[in-house]
């Protein structure tokens, strides 16, 4: 086997929550086709859970936490005023030990 060398253009991204989103959180009840309201509170959301839990007995739901994220390219001057958090994904230095 020869050696292969890749030259590639290493581009450091990451991934951020998506602006102007929240989490939203839904839950279904696994025992009828009752749903609570779609809340970005995940609070109410169980509160509505254990109301049906009063009304019906039913006590196990599907929760569903939905978020949005958004990709960008780690560079200055594509963000500029943008922290950076010492998240980047870089990868590490082949034969380099990682473990730390
Ligand atoms: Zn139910």
Partial sequence: MGTIRAAYRHVLHRI???????????????????????????????????????????????????????VVRDEPRETPGMPRDGEEHSRPREGSATTA
């Avoid at 989103?21 to 009840?29: G, L, S, Y």
């Avoid at 109410?44 to 599907?62: I, K, L, P, Y």
Wanted: hydrophobic content about 30%.
């Fill in 16 to 70: 951020i929550q998506h602006p102007d989103t929240d989490i939203t959180h839904e839950a279904q009840c696994l025992s009828c086709a009752w749903e609570a309201s779609p809340s970005t509170d995940a609070a109410a959301v169980d509160v509505e859970c254990m109301s049906h839990t009063g009304r019906s007995n039913h006590r196990s739901f599907r929760r569903v936490c939905t978020s949005f994220t958004f």
